[in-house]
């Protein structure tokens, strides 16, 4: 891998009249022609549709969801067809869109959380969608034809908000992380929708020890990074070696990355060539790579530091999010409303 030595900001995107909170690209664009596209959701209680126009490669502003959220939106994730949208909101609901020609519709709102919805996020295949919220709940919902959604579990372990939920890219295996300093794995055991969890990932096996805020996995899904409120990122492996019985590695603790932010980590990304973005408080966007100079290491992989940018934003950093496409593209959202597009090149 020919290692980036610039981030390159391409553009500024304005249009959101509050913090913009979340982002998610569209999974099934960047290919075959089809413009790239993401979503961005914002305390201003809208969602929007931004797309790359081919011809002069600057980002539009396609659709403003509105009228639907009447609090803050929190989190948004597109099904892996890239046909439906949820948005999560503080309202305690969930949307689900459906694009319809260009044009979005609202085609169903999943109800229960007793109050805010913190994130939301779909399995592999589609078939699934799991939110979490400040009601200390992680809720598992099948998606059914003709745009039914029905819950088939609701997940109570977590002693406080939980701030994100996470599918894994090959398992049926979902990632809850909370304001109770933990991340909880949850297995279902196959046939009844009886989900449990299976493994707690706390300060005790060298965890976090303040608010988890987001989790990533590597391409292949045997690597994890969380990051948290205690300044630090850390990495986690499963060994299918280890697998137990019934089918689940369990995680363990790789390395700590610390002293690279002095404020709150809120999000973190593993890109599809294994850069980790992370995004914070201070204002910055740092890269990691895996450090492979180290031959003979004993204790596992470590990591370092690739490119950092200060004062990526005026402001906090919400979320960052490397692109499905080709190109190594990151879109950062900050308190500050604004949305950044940068890519990461080698020149």
Known sequence: ??????????????????????????????VAGIPLSFASCSGDKTVRIWEQNPSTSSWDCKAVLD????????????????????????????AIWENVGGDYECVASLEGHENEVKSVCWNASGSMLTTC????????????????????????????????????????LIFSCSYDNTVKIWADDGDDDDWACVQTLGEANNGHSSTVWALSFNASGDKMVTCSDDLTLKIWGSDDAKMSADGFAPWRHLC???GYHDRTIFSVHWSRDNIIASGAADDAIKFFVENNDQDGLVDGPSYKLLLRKENAHEMDINSVQWSPGEDRVLASASDDGTIKIWELTSE
């Not at 959101?16 to 099934?28: E, I, M």
Request: overall charge negative; proline content about 4%; glycine content about 6%.
């Open 256 to 258: 700590t990355l610390s």
């Open 1 to 30: 891998m020919e290692l980036a030595k610039e981030l390159r900001e391409i553009q500024t995107l304005e249009g959101h009249t509050d913090r913009v909170w979340s982002l998610a690209w569209n999974p099934a664009t960047g």
């Open 67 to 94: 009228e639907t959220h009447t609090r803050t939106v929190r989190s948004c994730a597109w099904s892996p067809s890239g046909k439906l949208l949820a948005t999560a909101s503080f309202d305690a609901t969930t």
């Open 133 to 172: 919220g400040r009601d200390k709940t992680v809720w598992v919902w099948e998606a059914l034809p003709g745009n039914e959604f029905d819950c088939v579990s609701v997940l109570q372990g977590h002693t406080q908000d939980v701030k994100m939920v996470q599918w894994h890219p090959t398992r049926n």
